[in-house]
C-alpha cells in the first residue's frame, strides 16, 4: 500500500513529486479554509451573488416569456398552469375530505337512530306481550284499521290558464 512518512521511496521514481503535491495541496486547504471562514469573504460573495441575480433578473424574465410562448404553441402546460391545477385539485381534495367525513357523522346518526328505533320496537313488543288477552284485541282492532287502505283520488288539476297563454301568444307571432 501507499507510505504514510514523509520519506520518500527511493525506487519511486514520481515519490519526491507525490511529497510535493500533498504539501502543496495541504498549504493551499489551510489557507482556503482560512480565507472562506472571514466576514469579508462572505460579504463579497454576498455582493457578487445578489449583482449577479440582479443582472440575470431581465434576462430571465425574457427566457421565461420564451418559454411560456414555445410551451403554448406546443401544447404543453406552463409552470404556472401546473400550479394552478395543483391547487384546484388541493381544494377538490380538502371538500372530499369535508364531505366524507359528514357522510360518516350522518351514518353514526342514522345507526344511532336505528339502534334507539329498534329498541323502542323491542320494547313495546316486550310490553304487549305481557299485557293481559282483553288489553290485546281493542289494539289490535286499532292496529287493522289504520292498516286498511283508502282509495282516495288526486284532485285533477286544470290546466286553462297555460292553453289560453300560448294562443295569444302563437297570435302575436303570427301577426
Known amino acids: 500500500m501507499s507510505q504514510t512518512n514523509d520519506v520518500p521511496n527511493p525506487f519511486d521514481p514520481l ?14 486547504s489551510k489557507a482556503m479554509i482560512e480565507l472562506v471562514n472571514t ?55 380538502m371538500r372530499l375530505d369535508d364531505l366524507d367525513a359528514r357522510f360518516d357523522d350522518l351514518q353514526r346518526a342514522l345507526a344511532q337512530i336505528t339502534s ?15 299485557a293481559p288477552a282483553a288489553a290485546k284485541a281493542p289494539a289490535a282492532a286499532a292496529k287493522s284499521a289504520t292498516s286498511v287502505k283508502t282509495t282516495t283520488s288526486r284532485p285533477q288539476s286544470t290546466r286553462t290558464t297555460a292553453p289560453a297563454r300560448r294562443t295569444a301568444a302563437t297570435a302575436r307571432t303570427k301577426e
Not at 19 to 24: E, H, L, R
Not at 54 to 83: C, D, H, T, Y
Not at 116 to 130: E, G, L, W, Y
Open 15 to 28: 515519490g519526491f513529486w507525490r511529497t510535493t503535491q500533498n504539501a502543496s495541496l495541504e498549504a493551499w
Open 39 to 93: 466576514d469579508a469573504y462572505a460579504e463579497a460573495t454576498g455582493r457578487m451573488l445578489d449583482s449577479y441575480l440582479a443582472a440575470s433578473a431581465p434576462m430571465r424574465k425574457v427566457i421565461e416569456q420564451g418559454m411560456a410562448q414555445v410551451l403554448g404553441q406546443i401544447n404543453v402546460p406552463s409552470r404556472a398552469e401546473v400550479l394552478s391545477i395543483a391547487e384546484r385539485m388541493t381544494n377538490i381534495e
Open 116 to 130: 334507539s328505533i329498534a329498541s323502542v320496537a323491542n320494547a313495546a313488543q316486550t310490553a304487549a306481550a305481557k
